[in-house]
């Protein structure tokens, strides 16, 4: 049997050639990325085969470049990549848990439906989240600090695993070196999750922008106003790192990260 982690390039249809690696158990279609994904079992491991065509191909190279520099064990990393007819594949382990927000993926409900994994997650016990909160802040840490800002990161890149409760970080594909200057009316990515700026072309994105949406994951995790879960404490935090005017946030997700670790000292 071929080896997926050996493929350089392929001639044929990529659902051939995963059919010839292993069983293809898991299809995912219809992301707005548009990109199609794939669970393969080469009876040794499972893999997350992730494939991009024509102008969507930029974003897995994108994610190569991400993946090269920024490591962090609770970033899924990228194992390989390889070129299909027209397009790329790149390769990532399949990790236990459940995707918090993909509707599209296997079992996957909208997230506003009481049975949803977001909404499952979100009745969990306050501690718990805040661990979960605890590994996103702490990856992030990792990320700036090898110069890269948050893009498109909402509560579908976090694979929960209830029993471990563990999360992993996933699908980061659009994250890139910072600051940078957005060219476009309005930077791609969930608007639940976004800052001020990223509607705003000419506007500077930079790690405020990210401490804007690692409080955002805060909020959507713990609760909105009024319906806040944890401490008085911790809502301060958020609240501050939520601040509409980049200038009243921390400047630094380091600087986040100390305020949130302090209060709840």
């Known amino acids: 049997m071929p080896s997926l982690l050996a493929t350089r390039r392929i001639a044929i249809h990529i659902e051939d050639h995963l059919d010839s690696i292993g069983d293809v158990f898991a299809t995912i279609r219809g992301h707005d ?24 191909v930029e974003q897995l190279r994108s994610a190569e470049r991400f993946h090269t520099t920024v ?12 070129d299909v007819p027209g397009g790329r594949a790149v390769v990532y382990p399949w990790v ?3 995707i918090l927000n993909d509707p599209l993926a296997p079992g996957g409900r909208p997230r506003a ?12 016990p306050v501690a718990s989240i805040e661990r979960v909160l605890d590994t996103v802040i702490d990856a992030h840490l990792t990320v700036v600090r090898d110069g890269f800002v948050a893009v498109d990161f909402y509560d579908g890149c976090l694979m929960y695993d209830a029993a471990s409760e563990q999360v992993r970080l996933v699908d980061l594909d659009g994250y890139r070196p910072g600051p ?10 969930s608007r639940r999750f976004m800052a001020p700026e990223e509607f705003v072309r000419g506007s500077t994105i930079d790690e405020r922008t990210t401490v804007f949406t690692l409080g955002r994951t805060a909020r959507v995790l713990l609760g909105e106003a009024g319906q806040w879960r944890g401490s008085a404490a911790t809502e301060r935090v958020v609240d501050r790192a939520t601040a509409a005017d980049p200038a009243t946030r ?5 600087a986040l990260a ?6 709840r000292a």
Request: glycine letters at 10%; charged letters at 25%; proline letters at 3%.
């Open 96 to 98: 236990p848990g459940e």
């Open 33 to 56: 990325s548009g990109c199609t994904s794939y669970g393969v079992d080469d009876g040794r491991d499972r893999w997350f085969v992730k494939v991009a065509y024509d102008a969507d």
């Open 250 to 254: 921390f400047a630094s997700v380091e």
């Open 180 to 189: 940078y200057v957005l060219d476009a009316d309005r930077q791609y990515g």
């Open 71 to 82: 490591t962090h064990p609770a970033i899924v990393s990228l194992r390989h990549a390889f």
């Open 113 to 124: 439906a009481a049975d949803s994994a977001l909404q499952r997650f979100r009745a969990r």
């Open 258 to 263: 100390g305020a949130w670790f302090g209060s």
